[in-house]
């Protein structure tokens, strides 16, 4: 996913987006902050200021305070978080071998050397048995890692499917809020999950290799359809006449789909990371995406949105976790989880005598 913002006086527009959040919401930043202890509010106030000052060690460590599970730390991440809120978000994302990261280091350093701070926060998918995973990102942008203008935080998804999680939204905003004009996130895989990224940012950017086979044939409908901008990768080489032939196929395959934008319709590229083919010309069609977008007014209309859903979905998730650890029904779980696997019971008359007890005793 990406995220980016505009470049003119970028340092100095930081702080005064910050303060003009901050008088959007300033009942609900004075209510944060009267929760927080002098300790927590020393560290508040040094985050913050380490962020508007660009620090890359308060950047992490913001990231960190978001991702934690613990009750005081995410309070206190709610409460930077109101301070150094603003919005403009770009989603990335592709099947496994679309070489996502290879574009990301070609891009982000074509960004770094226009003048621009980059962020990319790289997603691992997380091992359904230990429970850890490879963060092998970072190894693989070696150039863009050594860029004093960039900044590469690897990220768990710890067994979200698609890897988009609330944190994911909030280390979009600390990026945002500690300089990087540009956040780019590099979501897992192509599935349903991309739906959640849609729901994220401004501009959903879709990357495919030019040699899918018939698997691609599932993504028309379910994910093409969300694409503001595909980009068909790897056209180099033998693989020039491959990338011509499926732009053509996602061309047409676009034209059956409804129009989402009055102003917009998605287009389809071809690019090159190995040669910087058509890297610079993808730009420009995101800048002009965005500029049409905030013209029209469709931009706002869209975050609004996004808002109202990203509110909903943090209640669920909290939901789901209160009705896991809820007494009444805690016990129950792995019994009645040996009956289903067992067969005894069908997997909807456990989950009715769960909400049942549940409901009971809330």
């Given amino acids: 996913m990406w995220k980016i913002r505009s ?100 891009f982000g350093k074509m960004l770094t050397e226009r003048g621009h701070k980059v ?27 050594r860029d004093m203008n960039a900044y590469i935080r690897p990220s768990p998804t710890r067994g979200t499917l698609g890897g988009v999680t609330r944190t994911t939204n ?65 056209a180099d080489g033998d693989l020039v006449v491959p990338a011509r032939r499926i732009q053509a196929e996602y061309v047409s395959a676009l034209k059956l789909l409804r129009k989402r934008s009055k102003v917009w319709r998605p287009k389809v590229m071809r690019i090159s990371a190995k040669t910087g083919e058509g890297i610079s010309d993808m730009w420009d069609k995101m800048t002009e995406f965005r500029d049409l977008m905030l013209t029209s007014g469709e931009l706002i209309t869209k975050r609004q949105r996004q808002q109202k859903v990203w509110m909903w979905n943090v209640i669920q998730e909290s939901m789901l976790d209160h009705f896991r650890s809820h007494l009444a029904v805690k016990d129950q779980i792995p019994l009645l989880e040996e009956k289903v696997v067992s067969g005894i019971l069908s997997p909807g008359l456990a989950a009715d005598l769960l909400l049942k007890a549940f409901k009971e005793r809330s």
């Fill in 7 to 106: 470049r003119d006086n970028s340092r100095r527009r930081l702080s005064s987006v910050n303060l003009k959040m901050g008088l959007c919401c300033p009942a609900t930043v004075k209510q944060h902050s009267k929760e927080l202890s002098d300790k927590e509010q020393r560290l508040l106030d040094k985050l913050y200021n380490g962020l508007i000052q660009g620090h890359r060690a308060c950047l992490a460590e913001a990231i960190t305070l978001a991702e934690s599970t613990h009750s005081r730390k995410k309070e206190v991440a709610q409460a930077l978080l109101q301070k150094t809120q603003s919005f403009s978000y770009l989603g990335l994302s592709g099947p496994p071998g679309a070489g996502k990261s290879t574009f990301i280091e070609c």
């Fill in 119 to 145: 962020s990319v926060l790289a997603v691992d998918p997380s091992s359904s048995t230990s429970g850890g995973s490879l963060l092998g990102d970072k190894t693989r942008m070696t150039e863009l890692s």
């Fill in 170 to 234: 909030e280390a979009i905003l600390l990026c945002e809020g500690g300089g990087y004009d540009i956040v780019l996130v590099e979501t897992v895989g192509v599935g349903q999950s991309e739906f959640a990224v849609a729901d994220m940012v401004d501009m959903f950017v879709l990357l495919l290799p030019p040699a899918g086979g018939d698997e691609l044939q599932g993504i028309k409908r379910g994910i093409i359809e969300m694409a503001d901008l595909v980009a068909i990768t790897k």
